[in-house]
Each structure stands twice: as structure tokens, then as C-alpha cells.
């Protein structure tokens, strides 16, 4: 069981990653969590430059690893949230509040809600409980999450001639965080839906993600590796990497 750790009320940034043909979705995301907390959309999708004056516009070539660092360039606030655009979710006036709330009770590096599809699914009778549906893991998912702002500052920006989709954020995300002594939780009385398939190569993917690991500091990778041996005990499918 995780110690209480209070602080001070933390300030919650959030940011959507929108890419072509979910146009409707981020802005209806956002909609929702501007309510909430300061959110901005990261757009990919080059057309909607003159459309969309309020967002932040890449080119159509961004994908998550451009996305991410654009979002960290822009962050300044104590809690990082992001969404993807694709994701599905009408609970954010409890997710998010429930969020600053277990971020000041528990030493916590990322906090997220559960994802119905996702390669990174746990047996959770194996899991350690925190609380009522709230879960320890060793690596989270990236479709929905909230990260210490210092986590987020200490991860080195992605170099996206190596690593463009992405894959590897979350895992250096949490050996960083287990490094610091932080926790990585799952909140199973949230789910966010989230469709099958993705825009891009799943191979191309995983080389550049294991790369992209490589590149990582030694005690990182290390810790990755560790965290990695976990994921594989208390994992309920096994079908995914």
C-alpha cells in the first residue's frame, strides 16, 4: 500500500493529439475538458491550419513523437494530461479531479484510467491494490494519461530521426518514475474506449521504438528492463509485444 503524500494543489495542463480524419472527435474532447482545465489540441493535419486558429498545428508528417515534444515544449503546469484524439471518454469531470486528488495523496509519477483496447492489459488479481479498483503497474498505456510534471521534464526531448511513432515514451516514462520513487497506477473504475488498428507499421513501430530505447540513458534502460520482467508476470493477454 502506497503512503499518503499531500502537497499543495497541483495545476493540471492537458493536451489532445489530433491527426487526419479525427477532426470532430478532438474538438468535441476538447469541448468537454476546456470545463475542466487549460487543454490544447496538437494537430497534425495541415489542412485545418486556417480552420483551427485556437490549436497548435504540425505538419501531416507528426506523428506521436513530434506531438509529445511539442506538448512538453508547451507545458507548464504541475500535472501533464494527454488524450488521444481517437479516444472515447464522457467522465472527465471525475477523471480529472479524482487525478489531482490521488496526485497529492500518493507519491505518483503517472496516474491513468483504464483502456479497452490496448497492448498493455494486466491480470489484475496479480496487481497490488491501492485502493477500490486502483492498481499498481509497472508500465502504462499512452491513450490517456497524467504524468508529474517533473517526470515530464526530465525525460530528454525524442529525437524523431530515430523514434517518429512514439513507442518507448511510456515505459521511459515509467523507469523514470519508479527511479524517482514514484508509482504508476491504474484507475479500473474508469474506462476510455479506444478503436483497434492503428494509421501506421506496427513493425516499423517496434524498431524504432526498441531504438529509441537503446538511445536511453543506462539507468533508465536498466530500470525498463526490469519493469519489462514485471509486465510479463502480470500480464492478461499475450498475444500483444
Do not use: C
Given at each position: 500500500?502506497?503512503?499518503?503524500?499531500?502537497?499543495?494543489?497541483?495545476?493540471?495542463?492537458?493536451?489532445?493529439?489530433?491527426?487526419?480524419?479525427?477532426?470532430?472527435?478532438?474538438?468535441?474532447?476538447?469541448?468537454?475538458?476546456?470545463?475542466?482545465?487549460?487543454?490544447?489540441?496538437?494537430?497534425?493535419?495541415?489542412?485545418?491550419?486556417?480552420?483551427?486558429?485556437?490549436?497548435?498545428?504540425?505538419?501531416?508528417?507528426?506523428?506521436?513523437?513530434?506531438?509529445?515534444?511539442?506538448?512538453?515544449e508547451l507545458f507548464g503546469?504541475?500535472?501533464?494530461?494527454?488524450?488521444?484524439?481517437?479516444?472515447?471518454?464522457?467522465?472527465?469531470?471525475?477523471?480529472?479531479?479524482?487525478?489531482?486528488?490521488?496526485?497529492?495523496?500518493?507519491?505518483l509519477g503517472v496516474y491513468e484510467p483504464n483502456v479497452d483496447y490496448t497492448d498493455i492489459k494486466y491480470d489484475t488479481s496479480k496487481l497490488q491494490s491501492i485502493d477500490t479498483g486502483l492498481f499498481e503497474v509497472p508500465f502504462t498505456d499512452c491513450t490517456c494519461w497524467f504524468i508529474d510534471g517533473g517526470i515530464v521534464r526530465k525525460l530528454p526531448p525524442v529525437d524523431i530521426s530515430i523514434n517518429r511513432y512514439g513507442w518507448g515514451i511510456p515505459r521511459a516514462i515509467a523507469s523514470i518514475s519508479r527511479l524517482n520513487g514514484l508509482l504508476c497506477l491504474r484507475d479500473y473504475n474508469f474506462t476510455v474506449t479506444h478503436p483497434k488498428g492503428r494509421g501506421y507499421s506496427t513493425t516499423a513501430a517496434l524498431g524504432q521504438g526498441d531504438a529509441y530505447i537503446r538511445s536511453l540513458k543506462p539507468a533508465i534502460r536498466n530500470e525498463l528492463t526490469l519493469l519489462q520482467k514485471q509486465r510479463e508476470l502480470l500480464r492478461s493477454d499475450k498475444n500483444f509485444r
Open positions: 500500500m502506497a503512503k499518503y503524500f499531500f502537497k499543495k494543489r497541483a495545476k493540471i495542463q492537458g493536451f489532445i493529439f489530433n491527426w487526419k480524419r479525427h477532426e470532430a472527435s478532438a474538438s468535441a474532447l476538447e469541448n468537454k475538458i476546456r470545463e475542466l482545465i487549460n487543454v490544447t489540441v496538437i494537430n497534425s493535419e495541415e489542412r485545418l491550419g486556417s480552420d483551427r486558429p485556437g490549436w497548435v498545428h504540425l505538419d501531416d508528417s507528426a506523428y506521436f513523437s513530434a506531438q509529445w515534444n511539442k506538448a512538453v503546469a504541475d500535472i501533464f494530461f494527454h488524450i488521444q484524439a481517437d479516444a472515447g471518454f464522457d467522465q472527465f469531470n471525475m477523471l480529472i479531479p479524482k487525478a489531482g486528488l490521488l496526485f497529492e495523496k500518493y507519491k
